[in-house]
């Protein structure tokens, strides 16, 4: 066989462009396990001893190692880069008592409306006892002086000048009488106006006390919370524990906590004549859910929202009341799986951290080199490899916008570049083992070509001179070197994007038969 002496030129591999990695640590080592085998090609080469003798056992013309035929395709390829990540459980939080109002201050708020209904109630009276008196008075005065009107009209008038004292009884007597009457009954009912008015204000401040109380009470029910200054907690779970949609997280002398699916808080008591809202939605999705309120949905506490309250209390062994006091359930995104609980039984309630918890769902968090960003998205298949070096398949679930830089502590005190966030969730979650952290490394797609040249990676020669080539086995099995340009390298196939002339789809080229 004839070779050209040109086709020992060397041929650079394609540079690495921006966010474009250098073949991984597995990608080189095959590549140079390739270059021994194209030391002995170029040396073969160089004595001319390529392509002069027929068919060995090893498959290809005079080549001392075992081979076998490869072929030259047309795929689409992606190039996979391998990071350190980190597998855990998904949605790590803590679940907190909340703040709210006591039973007992919330008996005293109702104890002031009362109050304050008792004194709007008296103030009423008052002012009602007055007004019949002041109508009285005004029905009085209005005929006192009519009937001064009358005995003062006229002759006795006129004659009441010289009237003597002994004709007290005449008329003009009678219109002085009437006068004195008619100004002591204006002087009485200006005085009952007074009390009246007086009255009024009284009724007024009696209705904005009780409006106050009644405000304060609402606030109060409102954030009516199942525990008391004087409650205890009487159970508490394991740690590793998992607790499911309807079941208790732990209890407060005696009052269990219950734990539904939802994103939006339990900020305030469920009763009856609250608002809409999501925190509603959420409970009547949930005890539809459980069976209790079949059909129960939207954000309005109603009827049967309280109806399908009775039916969760009772099927746990509970009083039915109609309604959940603040802190009686905690909405989360699904089962949670306890890491860590703060008080131990028998401690008091306070407000604050009760336990941490995952979700179950496992997950790798990975960061990534922001540089990296535009060539990961979510969806893109990945490959975990375990800390026992077995290996099962995740897809990307989330990719991050923002950009952070580690601080040097987590760096060894060495400058990093800045990283994002990258979730990755296993297909298999049960293949990840039940570790709560370790160690992991994913490979994870960085680069993608479509309908491209393709060759398997073990079919590249490194040539002495540099550059790479592959040994084509052509019409009559005569063999030749096509020096080519590397593209990208796919990891997870074994294959490598090449570009050269002389190159087509359908070539036939020798690989090592290992």
Not at 109 to 133: H, I
Request: hydrophobic share 40%.
């Amino acid at each position: 066989m004839t070779v050209s002496r040109s086709e020992d030129t060397a041929v650079s591999p394609a540079p690495a462009g921006p966010g474009r990695l250098r073949p991984s640590r597995r990608t080189l080592v095959v590549l140079v396990a390739a270059a021994g085998v194209a030391a002995v090609v170029v040396v073969l080469l160089a004595t001319g001893e390529i392509g002069r003798g027929g068919s060995s056992g090893g498959g290809v013309v005079d080549n001392p190692y075992p081979t076998a035929v490869g072929h030259v395709t047309r795929a689409s390829l992606s190039e996979q880069t391998q990071v350190s990540a980190t597998l855990t459980y998904a949605g790590a939080a803590t679940i907190v008592v909340p703040s709210g109002t006591s039973p007992a201050d919330l008996l005293q708020a109702q104890e002031q409306v009362t109050s304050a209904e008792g004194m709007l109630r008296s103030a009423d009276g008052t002012l009602s006892a007055d007004s019949v008196t002041v109508s009285q008075l005004e029905a009085s005065l209005a005929a006192t002086r009519a009937k001064e009107t009358v005995d003062c009209a006229g002759v006795n008038a006129a004659e009441s000048a010289s009237t003597s004292p002994s004709a007290s009884g005449s008329g003009a007597g009678g219109c002085a009488t009437d006068a004195q009457t008619v100004a002591g009954d204006e002087q009485s009912l200006s005085q009952d106006q007074a009390k009246v008015a007086a009255d009024q204000a009284q009724v007024s401040s009696a209705r904005s006390s009780l409006a106050g109380a009644e405000t304060s009470l609402s606030a109060a029910g409102s954030s009516a919370a199942l525990y008391g200054q004087d409650s205890t907690y009487t159970t508490l779970p394991a740690l590793g524990q998992i607790v499911t949609r309807g079941r208790a997280l732990y209890s407060m002398s005696g009052s269990p906590v219950f734990l539904l699916y939802g994103r939006a808080a339990a900020w305030r008591a469920f009763a009856s004549g609250m608002s809409p809202g999501q925190d509603v939605a959420e409970l009547n999705a949930n005890l539809d859910s459980l069976g209790d309120g079949k059909g129960l949905s939207g954000d309005a506490f109603t009827p049967a929202t309280a109806a399908a309250i009775d039916a969760f209390q009772s099927a746990r062994g509970l009083t039915p009341s109609g309604q959940l006091l603040l802190g009686a359930v905690v909405f989360e995104p699904g089962a949670v799986r306890v890491t860590s609980v703060t008080p131990t039984p028998g401690a008091t309630v306070q407000p604050g951290p009760v336990l941490t918890f995952t979700l179950t769902t496992r997950q790798v968090q990975i960061q990534l080199d922001a540089a990296l960003q535009s060539d990961v998205k979510v969806g893109d298949p990945v490959t975990i490899t375990l800390p026992s070096n077995a290996t099962t398949p995740g897809r990307v679930s989330y990719v991050g916008t923002v950009a952070t830089t580690p601080s040097s502590n987590d760096q060894g005190g060495g400058s990093s570049s800045p990283t994002i966030n990258v979730d990755v969730t296993p297909t298999d979650p049960a293949a990840t083992g039940n570790l709560d952290q370790a160690p992991v490394n994913v490979s994870i797609t960085t680069a993608r070509v479509s309908d491209v040249l393709v060759v398997p990676v073990d079919a590249l020669l490194a040539l002495a001179s540099g550059g790479y080539a592959v040994e084509e086995i052509g019409a009559g099995g005569v063999h030749h070197l096509v020096g080519v340009t590397l593209g990208l390298f796919d990891d997870a196939n074994g294959d490598v994007q090449v570009s050269g002339a002389g190159l087509a789809a359908g070539q036939r080229v020798v690989v090592p038969n290992i």
